[in-house]
């Protein structure tokens, strides 16, 4: 990450979210079980090793989730490790891990104020509605939105709700050997 790249505060949030080529990232019972299911292989596509994949997640800093993310998270084994998470959410939950912690108030504060002094690499990986407010809010940097090889026809929208028109730049494509692409773009400053 540059320095051109970074927000002034020296803080990156990305988005990351996977959605289904008709823009759908769960299924109305909020399942996500079709992400199990690899595309037929694209040849000239890309893989990543575990190796690979490990280094590139030790880069992240800190995961920023909505309370449904969480749940599919914790059904998961918990996929983010030890990184610290901030779980955004008006609910009241126990303890689980000692590298989450639970949000609620204003999210300008969240990450300005609370996670930007701590963390340089901020990774928001869902909900729609957490990931539509960040947006509103003008406090996401990039975007890198994984489509998976799968029409759901219904389901929870990517970004559900009425965002008003922004400009991206795209940065980068890749295709994957499974049939995902990810698109990857910077905020327009």
Not at 157 to 183: C, D, I, M, P, T
Request: aromatic share 10%; with cysteine.
């Amino acid at each position: 990450m540059s320095l051109s790249e970074m927000h002034p505060t020296g803080r990156k949030v990305i988005l990351h979210m996977v959605s289904s080529l008709d823009g759908y990232i769960a299924k109305k019972d909020n399942s996500v079980s079709w992400l199990e299911n690899a595309g037929t292989v694209y040849e000239d596509g890309v893989s990543i090793s575990e190796e690979e994949a490990a280094a590139f997640v030790k880069t992240i800093d800190c995961y920023v989730m909505g309370s449904r993310t969480y749940e599919h998270a914790l059904e998961l084994g918990w996929p983010y490790g030890d990184t610290p998470a901030v779980v955004v959410t008006g609910r009241k939950w126990p303890p689980s891990r000692k590298s989450v912690e639970f949000y609620s108030g204003d999210l300008k504060t969240l990450v300005d104020l609370k996670l930007a002094p701590r963390f340089r690499n901020i990774w928001l990986v869902g909900g729609a509605m957490l990931c539509g407010r960040f947006l509103e809010l003008g406090l996401v940097d990039e975007i890198i939105l994984t489509i998976a090889p799968v029409v759901l026809g219904e389901g929870l929208r990517l970004f559900g709700g009425s965002l008003q028109q922004q400009a991206w730049s795209l940065k980068n494509v890749v295709a994957y050997k499974n049939g995902f692409v990810e698109l990857s773009y910077a905020e327009r400053r």
